[in-house]
């Protein structure tokens, strides 16, 4: 069975301030989360402080997107080793906000995905669709592309140490969710890509999440889909209380769900 997981995108959201608020409030609200991994990924800016708080409880540490280089004369950018560094396990990699707004290219993402790898840190490669790709039905063939590009070039048995989000753009932001049926679909389609690219085991073993307006009052049905394995969340993650519904909801109706 796949361990549930859900993922707080802060997004560029918070002063430090209220990143140490959030995270206390995380801290305590989840001490003994059981049968669900939780991770939430803080503005850079707030990583060391968020970490500190975290220490070692349950409660893991991701960043936002990395550069793909160790080092170097790359001003402004932070490196996947500087993440380890700092205690960080997850990275999110492929986010359509980062596709559209810094036209991050496949290829990029790739040489991503790939130092993540490298540094130890499990990469979440987004994946997605627009409004028009899918009314114009090229769902399929959108995620298909992302993916295999994604994931181009690396051996099959790092595939299965990565994470997949299925984020429809059109769900992101937006208050409109995917139905667990139309998310459901693709989760399953692209864990048939995943069996081709890897292995038919890996894939079993990979995490899909969904992501897109993802809140307290959807994510059960979500979870419920047996090919939905957690929840990548944006805005709801900005509310302690609200993050942990969905997590307690992603444990309980996910472990039902998959028995
Ligand atoms: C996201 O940032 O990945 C996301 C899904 O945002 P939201 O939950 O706000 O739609």
């Not at 069975?1 to 918070?14: A, D, E, S, T, Y």
């Not at 999110?92 to 840190?121: F, M, T």
């Not at 039905?137 to 299925?166: H, K, N, P, S, W």
């Not at 073993?205 to 419920?224: C, F, P």
Request: aromatic share 4%; proline share 4%; glycine share 14%.
């Amino acid at each position: 069975m796949r361990m549930p997981l859900v993922i707080g995108n802060w997004k560029m959201h918070g002063t430090l301030g209220e990143a140490r608020v959030l995270a206390t409030a995380l801290r305590d609200g989840l001490k003994r989360p059981r049968g669900v991994e939780v991770v939430c990924c803080p503005p850079f800016t707030a990583l060391a402080a968020v970490a500190e708080i975290l220490g070692a409880g349950p409660i893991q540490l991701g960043a936002q997107t990395c550069h793909h280089e160790a080092a170097g004369a790359h001003t402004g950018e932070v490196s996947p080793a500087m993440l380890a560094d700092l205690g960080c396990r997850f990275v999110l990699l492929g986010h359509s906000e980062r596709r559209r707004e810094l036209g991050e290219s496949d290829g990029l993402i790739n040489r991503k995905v790939g130092a993540a790898l490298a540094h130890k840190l499990t990469p979440v490669l987004c994946v997605g669709e627009s409004a028009e790709e899918r009314r114009q039905g090229l769902t399929f063939t959108t995620v298909e592309g992302q993916l295999r590009a994604g994931l181009a070039g690396l051996a099959g048995d790092t595939l299965g140490r990565i994470v997949l989000a299925y984020e429809p753009v059109w769900a992101i932001g937006t208050g409109v969710t995917a139905t667990p049926g139309q998310a459901a679909e693709v989760h399953g389609y692209l864990r048939g890509l995943l069996s081709e690219l890897a292995s038919k085991e890996a894939a079993q073993k990979t995490r899909i999440l969904y992501g897109g307006s993802v809140s307290a009052d959807n994510a059960d049905a979500l979870v419920a889909e047996p090919e939905i394995d957690g929840a990548l969340v944006g805005g709801a993650a900005l509310n302690a209380q609200g993050f942990i519904a969905i997590v307690r909801k992603a444990a309980r109706v996910g472990a039902a769900a998959k028995e």
